[in-house]
């Protein structure tokens, strides 16, 4: 049985429970500029570049992943949020984005495997938006001017996904989409991947909401989204970050009704405090969450910003007595997606 099969036929006697964030964990290890660097020959400074721990901090790393196993986790992403090379050029660590992706993998891979407790989990390879954006200018007096191109885009992704494919991952997890064209280099880069390897390529995608208007940074509603999406043919899709899990609530219940497949959810700790930081509490999070379950929302939830192993712990722990998502039939009209989604009668 593939890993996509086995990923399905769990979620449909559970809700799984994927790990939380690597950032909030690393910035509690209070590193200091030379840790990151580790003695690799970087002209720049590396302090906050939390992917290049993989290669120099690998224990760190895989400490985290095995405190989030600890707490309950059947899914595992890998700390390769901004490991491509768009992002990695604000550190000069282009070269190193390879060696990266395939590092961040082997640990996770490593741990999954190690755990000896019978349990099966997987492996997501987790791909960040970058930090440039096709479908708007940066420059408000040229509108029709882009920092990259479409083919650019692309073809970082698809770097990324093959070093984390040679690295051992089940799944490529394309999250935290703040725009759809972005997301949509992704896609073509993950289906030119899967095609090479001769092979299925699950993706999981999660969009994040820009405000409670429910639309990201490019403008498409949740809705309108999917139907943008849905021709990939998505282990899962759903919504990450954002807010926290009561804020998320409405627009997580549109998606659950439209899409015909596995929905993931997973939230920040709340909204952030004046100092950026995240201060609601694990049993808060997961009584948030616990309405979800109640509401039959989600197949798979986890953590986003703020969150620690506590609150995934917490999380698992309401999410063993909910029933899992029952998956809606697929529409039998035609879907088209502009902003908004658009219904064709047939």
């Not at 989030?68 to 604000?90: E, M, P, V, Y």
């Not at 139907?227 to 998320?248: D, E, M, P, W, Y």
Request: a negative charge; charged letters at 20%.
């Amino acid at each position: 049985m593939s890993a996509a099969k086995e990923f399905r036929a769990a979620a449909a006697e559970r809700v799984l429970v994927k790990d939380g964030p690597y950032g909030t964990a690393i910035q509690a290890e209070r590193l200091a500029a030379e840790d990151y660097c580790a003695g690799l020959d970087l002209f720049r400074d590396q302090k906050g570049n939390n992917d290049l721990l993989n290669l120099t901090q690998p224990g760190i790393v895989r400490k985290i992943a095995e405190a989030f196993i600890a707490a309950g986790a059947d899914i595992l992403a890998t700390n390769t949020f901004n490991a491509n090379r768009i992002s990695q050029a604000d550190y000069g660590a282009e070269a190193l984005v390879p060696d990266i992706n395939r590092a961040a993998a082997q640990i996770i891979r490593e741990v999954v495997d190690a755990a000896k407790d019978g349990r099966k989990r997987w492996v997501a390879g987790a791909i960040g938006p970058t930090n440039k954006t096709l479908s708007l200018s940066p420059d408000v007096n040229d509108p029709g001017f882009r920092e990259v191109t479409f083919a650019e885009v692309k073809a970082v992704y698809r770097e990324q996904i093959d070093a984390l494919v040679e690295g051992g991952v089940d799944f490529v997890l394309i999250e935290t989409v703040f725009d759809t064209l972005n997301c949509k280099a992704a896609i073509m880069a993950a289906l030119e991947a899967e095609q090479a390897l001769g092979r299925e390529l699950p993706m999981m995608i999660s969009m994040t909401l820009t405000d409670l208007s429910g639309r990201n940074l490019s403008g498409h509603t949740v809705e309108g989204f999917w139907a943008s999406v849905r021709h990939a043919k998505l282990l899962t899709i759903g919504l990450n970050c954002s807010f926290g899990a009561a804020q998320l609530r409405p627009h997580l219940a549109a998606l659950a009704r439209t899409a015909e497949t596995l929905v993931m959810a997973y939230p920040n700790a709340g909204l952030p405090n004046e100092l950026g930081c995240y201060d609601e509490a694990a049993e808060e999070t997961a009584a948030q969450v616990r309405e979800w379950l109640d509401e039959g929302l989600v197949n798979v939830v986890g953590g986003c910003c703020g969150t620690t192993p506590a609150h995934i712990a917490a999380i698992a722990e309401v999410a063993k007595a909910a029933r899992p998502r029952a998956i809606p039939a697929a529409p039998s009209n035609t879907l088209l997606s502009g902003l908004e989604p658009m219904v064709l009668a047939a």
